[in-house]
């Protein structure tokens, strides 16, 4: 290799690095598509063991790079099958938030369908104890889940960086959970996952989302679910755009939900109504770019959103079933666009705005980012 290209190489892992010290805020993460091949990979195996399953198929599956948006759909059944039962929803939902931690994130919104599975014993409002049970166990890191972690933790504010980031004591996380509502499901199940999320507004979960596959199911199903939950006064995300369905797109501009996913394929009616409603835009690179969102990394809408100072935080989507991280993504938009340090921590910081969480956890992540200022060099 010649002094330039090992100077450039130099470089990028200087940076890489500087990306994953960077604290951020991750607050468009699909549990099931975030867990870690590894675990898949054992999961399957051990279906395979009891003849439910033929191991090399299903690995082929897993570690297969090409990811259209219907083969997204189709995997995650195969991750459904994986991993639907009360051990394995707790078991992945502790891994997800250590690998978030591990890297930095501060603040998580995870967000995942509850699950009806009789076969399994399980019911919507079991599959959400797995999940919240799964946040219990989590040992790598203080899961702060409660908004009484505040009155109860001190610390927090005065936590030096160092513990944020990467040393040998306990770091500290923000979790809360988003409850998403399937395009596959009925109005009556959409209704029943809004009620859900009532119910368990004690235990850390503050928010609604729509997702599924974009091409099945209708506006119409799920907007009296939709509207219950903002007349209860939860907030709501919606993925909007993943394909070019004009008159849902319209819709969901003019329901103004609180945040809004990938918004991909918007034309310039569109678009314009988006950029003067100024609802923040979860922004997902590489699920984009995979399944065909965006045409490449150089022409994704991300660069026209941050010129308009429209705003966007960037966001994994699917970190497991993509292979990225959220520091990856903060690294491409610094390739892609040449965004420099101090752009990209303000970006990290400006996500804070965004979270569902109340003022105080805002302030104490304000905070967050005032200390990691004097010591991350931008
Ligand atoms: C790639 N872009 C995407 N577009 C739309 N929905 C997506 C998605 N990625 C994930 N999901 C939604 O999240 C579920 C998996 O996590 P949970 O089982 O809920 O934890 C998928 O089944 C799908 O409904
Ligand atoms: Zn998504």
Redesign the pocket.
């Known amino acids: 290799m010649d002094a330039e290209a090992e100077a450039a190489k130099e470089k990028e892992k200087e940076m890489r690095e500087w990306c994953v010290a960077l604290p951020k805020v991750e607050l468009h993460a ?4 975030s867990v870690r091949d590894s675990t898949l990979l054992e999961l399957a195996k051990q279906l395979s063991d009891k003849g439910l399953i033929v191991f090399e198929d299903v690995k082929g599956v897993i570690m297969k790079n090409g990811r259209s ?1 219907q083969e ?2 189709r995997l ?1 059944e195969l ?2 099958i994986l ?1 639907t039962d009360h051990d394995t929803v707790a078991r992945i939902t502790k891994e997800v938030v250590e690998d978030f931690a591990a890297e930095n994130v501060v603040y998580l919104e995870i ?3 509850p ?1 009806n599975n009789e076969a399994k014993g399980m019911t919507k409002r079991s599959y959400m104890n797995a999940v919240i049970k799964g946040l219990k166990t989590v040992e790598a890191v203080e899961v702060m889940l409660f908004d009484s972690n505040l009155r109860t933790d001190k610390t927090l504010t005065s936590t030096p960086m160092s513990e944020l980031g990467g040393d040998t004591r306990k770091k500290k996380i923000y979790v809360r959970l988003l409850l ?1 509502i ?2 596959r499901e009925t109005t009556l199940a959409a209704l029943d996952t809004v009620n859900l999320a009532m119910e368990l507004k004690d235990q850390g979960v503050i928010g609604i989302d729509l ?4 091409v099945v199911g209708e506006w119409e199903t799920y907007l009296p679910a939709l509207e219950h939950a903002k007349e209860l006064g939860i907030p709501i995300t919606i ?1 909007c755009g ?1 394909v070019a369905n004009r008159k849902e797109i319209q819709a969901v501009l003019d329901f103004c939900p609180q945040r809004l ?2 918004v991909c394929c918007l034309n310039d009616d569109e678009w314009k109504k988006l950029k003067s409603s100024m609802i923040p835009v979860e922004i ?1 690179l590489t ?1 984009n770019v995979m ?1 065909g969102g965006a045409p490449s990394l150089e022409l994704h809408h991300f660069a026209d959103l941050y010129n308009a100072k429209h705003p966007v935080s960037l966001c994994t ?2 970190s497991g ?2 292979s990225t991280s959220l520091s990856n993504e903060y690294y491409l938009v610094a390739s892609t666009f040449g965004l420099g340090k101090a752009e990209l921590f303000q970006l990290a910081q400006d996500a804070v705005e965004f979270v569902f969480a109340g003022d105080e956890v805002k302030k104490s992540l304000r905070e967050v980012f005032k200390r990691a200022e004097k010591e991350l060099k931008t």
Not at 30 to 33: P, Q, S, T
Not at 211 to 214: A, D, T
């Open positions: 699909h549990l099931n598509g948006l997204c759909f995650f991750y459904h991993t967000r995942t369908t699950k998403s399937d395009r997702s599924g596959n974009p993925h993943e996913g990938h997902c699920s399944t989507d699917d079933l993509f």
